[in-house]
């Protein structure tokens, strides 16, 4: 067996940036702007943009260029706007692993082989993606016609080809709904649209398009069997009242319920929050190897194109604020911990002195009203009122939490037993 | 005379092994398989795991296949580029009642010569094992139990056997014969065959074939579905032994292994069922699956699950192989290889090509035989991705590149379907299952699959 070949090496750059997604491209942006010296964002495929390359609807682009995109317009256009700004981008170049000793090096592959980049920071954006039928522990077959939302929009967007004629969609989060415009483009006719809960996840006001659409909503549906040989034939629910239903349909479409792409983080020894499944970071991005920024949905699942460009462009913030050692330590930090009723909270500590994203992020695990509470040792320290939803964005104001030790509890709690703040 | 000296039903992993056995000792072989690619039956799915035979049932057919299978698979897996992911494996006693067992279980390893085991106190485990619950009282280490690349070996066997003019047909269900006193015509799906011997290697439906080409079968096949899933990489760093447990009467019971690509693989179940066709998997006996998992391991809870997947053994009413001659039809059957066929391949290859010698038939051997080579796709070895080259990576979660699938697709057996391409190269098998390059696949394959990814292909 041939030895493993020894690694080109690319030099020594301030600022590596992994993933060509919303939020690389603009902190990439934004550290040239901010007058760092070498930029470079790697991407492993052969174009920039991330999904929104893939997603060929609107809306895409308000935040950030004032006018509505599709998808692929958004990319090329934050593509375009990097490249103005001076960033060097490396497509088709995947990152296999960061070596974090004295300076961190990345060890990439192209098609010229493995390389390797040193950096003096570096910032991950590898994204989302979504729960795969896999991990839901779908029963039945495993034919051809199965997928996610992703995938289905490769296929519509960039093969332009249709993954099947006539699928069954799971789950109505908007990537559900999303997923019925793209069935249209390629002239798919969704049979059904199945939910595992009682109601929609999306605001009620959304699911006037599948009605619109001619597609069935079937609430409280359980997938009990997949079957087909070797293309999907049907698909077998059982309903609320426990009666099994099947459907006939030529593909099974998983949407949502998304998972942030943190195998590098993980490979590389990060710390990673079982809550969101993303690296754990501080209010500055940094992750647990302070030199180790990570900014966008690789975060938290899920938020918007605009809002991971947006964390992107903050973080190259204090990326540069960092290379000219004006950045807190990241010792001493406070653990910000997800209390009753809470999904999962990013960023997961505070550094003392303040400043960094100045609201911290979470997520119900169900459908909650009252107050959300910030505790530490029992004494409340902020609250704000609250009714959400799971899987919508719920922020809660930073200031003050990090002062003082021990960890700061944040839980949902019935408007009753608030008291001291 | 007939056209070819055997005709080989099935291209599973017996099947495989015995065309390459056949080629090798000079005879002209035919390979009529179902399937649109080789391992379409029971052999595509299984824990890889190249067993000692220190378990199986002394003095059998069974062992001294195992064993002998196992030699030569050690032997040539250098000239075929093929992997050794050597873990060794250890038999754990999680209950006094269990530990009691080990006694029997390790007299029997070494009676079947299988002497390098030992036994493992609860410290040494968790030196050996840290991340193994602490619950493990006492195990029996058995060094040489090892994980191969399941797909990658037949693969390379076919290229030998093709390479020594053995002509392999996909999609060709053998669908009735007759037997003229001299030799076998077979009717296919493919049309008619011909050929003097038929070695009956058709797994799943070894019992059916008996019953269509002879009149009646002697054995009859009760599949048994085992289901597996398979955590992330990240899990791989958590164990590195296989975990066996002391086994029950009916199985070997669930493993927790290490698998050549990188992952962890926790299976399998043992649920006999009528249906020779579906290896569905089911959510209930999978959330026990990784609970069990967990349970062994308790970190892997943190770690998500890549993949899940189920194969039929072909087990038989009896529990040992079901291999016989009928010198005076021309016929071999080597059926109700339940579950150390992977192991045992080579060896029952070998074995058979005995019994065949034993009917009359003599060939001159090839002297000096070519060693094809195949992709190799074990994580611990030299990928195509680390290489010069490779144009692209296609499929991000195991780093697939451009050229390796154009190598299968235009490679000396190419797929016969998707899930031969994925078996050559690992394609959308990893975390995300396709999200990132199922579309891709789609339209590098385009045209290739008679059962396409795209259904605008299929309509
Ligand atoms: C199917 C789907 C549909 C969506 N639809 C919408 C929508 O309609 N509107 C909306 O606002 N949001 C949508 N989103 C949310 C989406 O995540 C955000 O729009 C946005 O793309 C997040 O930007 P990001 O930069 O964090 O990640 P991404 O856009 O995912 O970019 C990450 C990039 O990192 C690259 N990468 C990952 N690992 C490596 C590595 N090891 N080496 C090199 N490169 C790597 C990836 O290839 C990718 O290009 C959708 C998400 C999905 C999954
Ligand atoms: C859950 C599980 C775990 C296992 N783990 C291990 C392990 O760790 N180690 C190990 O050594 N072994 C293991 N095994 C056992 C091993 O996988 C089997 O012993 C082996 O795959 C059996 O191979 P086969 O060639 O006999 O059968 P098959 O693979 O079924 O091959 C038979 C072939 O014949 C074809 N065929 C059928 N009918 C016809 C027809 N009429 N005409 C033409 N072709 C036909 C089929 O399509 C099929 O391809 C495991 C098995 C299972 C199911």
Redesign the pocket.
Known sequence: MTATPAPRDDGVVDVLI???????LSAATALKRLGVGSVVV????TEAG???RH?G?PP?GMREFSRVLT?PAYARRLAARALEAGVTLKLG???VGIERGESLVATLTDDGGLFRIEARRIVL??????RTRAQRLASGDRPIGVL???AL?AYAYLQHLAPFRRPVIVGTEL?AL?SLLTCRSVGAKPVAMIEENAGPTVRRPFMALPRLLGVPVRYGAHIVDIRGKPRVERVSIRTADGSVEDIACDGVLFTGR?IP?SS?ARRIGLVVDPGTRGPSIDQFGRTSDPRVFAA???LRP?E???W?WDE?RRVAGFVADDLKGRLPSADGATAIEPGRGVRYIVPQRLAPGGGGLDRLQLRVSAAAKGRLVARRNGAALASVALSAQPERRVLFPAAGLAAGPGPVVVGVEPLSRVTGC | MPASDVAIIGAGAVGCAMARRFALEGARVLLLEKGADLLSGASKANSAILHTGFDAPAGSVELACMQAGYAEYLEIRDRMNLPLLKTGAMVVAWSDAERAALDGIEDRARTNGVGDVRRLTASEIREREPNLSHGALEALLVPGEHVIDPWSPFLAYLLQAKAHGAEIVFDAEVLGGAFDGDGWTLRTAKGEFHARTIVNCAGLYGDRIERTLLGEASFEIRPRKGQFAVFDKAAAELIRTIVLPVPNERTKGVVLCRTAFGNVLVGPTAEEQEDRERATVEEDALVALLDRAIAMVPALADVDVTAVYAGLRPASEEKGYRIRTLPERNWITVGGIRSTGLTASLGIAAHVFGLYGEMGRRHQPIADPVWPTVANLAEHRLRDWARPGHGDIVC?CELVTQREIAQALEGPLPPGDFGGLKRRTRAGMGRCQGFNCNARLAEMTAGRFAAPLAADEAA
Do not use: I, K
Not at chain 1, 18 to 24: F, I
Not at chain 1, 42 to 45: S, T
């Open positions: 992994v993933g060509a997604g919303p939020a690389g790697v991407e492993r495929e991330g999904v929104p997603c609807h895409f998808g170049a995947t990152v954006a590898t994204g989302v993606r979504e996610n939302t992703g929009q990537v999303s998304f792409e590098l966008g949905n690789l899920v918007t194109a605009g991971s992107g | 991000h």
